[in-house]
């Protein structure tokens, strides 16, 4: 199956809002709302920040927000922190193959 | 708490296979699907496949078909990857998931000769 379309990269200053896109099909993202996003820091385990396209895991910071519009899902940071700074991937369930995954946002906190 | 804890770094060469093992603990076993994702160096995260550890049914992404295998052992809550015919595009660090969220340490395996 085909991977996801993100942009390569992103980037803000702290404070300000940026926003992720995620584009699939009609197969994934288009027709189920399951999608999930994670944040990848180096040398760590992937963390789950959104799931099934809009909502938050315990202990994830409401700056996090999750939304779908037809066949793309997004993912919008309020109030970037450097912290953030690490790369995104959006994950969708799909009728070919149950995941997909973006191919990855390296997120820059300016 | 839930844990997934994975085998130790491999180094493998080019035509061998490799077994990756996944312990979890802190969840009962069989709730959910165990997928296996994993990211090549320089590179985004690419699911291979998954196994439902109640039925041992699996399903795998088609670039893997016909490489890899897996199973599992309820005895031990543990299942198991094992990928074969590696070659130097296998290097990759490789991860146990479930969908509630919780991901295995990662294995580190190289293909190299």
Known sequence: QSAL?????????????ITISCTGTSSDVGTYN???WYQHHP???????IYEGTKRPSGVSSRFSGSKSDNTASLTISGLQTEDEAHYYCCSYASNGPWVF???TKLTVL | Q???????????K?????KVSCK?????????????????????LE????????????????????????????????????????????????????????????TRVTVSS
């Open chain 1, 5 to 17: 379309t993100q942009p390569a990269s992103v980037s803000g200053s702290p404070g300000q809002s």
């Open chain 2, 24 to 44: 979890a603990s802190g969840y009962m076993f069989i709730t959910y699907y165990m997928h296996w994702v994993r990211q090549a160096p320089g590179q985004g």
């Open chain 2, 2 to 12: 839930v844990q997934l804890v994975q085998s130790g770094a491999e180094v493998k």
């Open chain 1, 43 to 49: 040398h760590r385990a992937p963390k789950l920040m």
């Open chain 2, 47 to 106: 699911w291979m496949g998954l196994i439902n550890p109640n039925s041992g049914s699996t399903s795998y992404a088609q670039k893997f078909q016909g490489r890899v295998t897996m199973t599992r052992d309820t005895s031990t809550s543990t299942v198991y990857m094992e990928l074969s015919s590696l070659r130097s595009e296998d290097t990759a660090m490789y991860y146990c998931a479930i969908v509630a969220g919780y991901w295995g340490q990662g």
């Open chain 2, 14 to 18: 080019p035509g061998a296979s490799v």
């Open chain 1, 102 to 104: 973006g191919g990855g």
């Open chain 1, 34 to 36: 399951l999608v999930s």
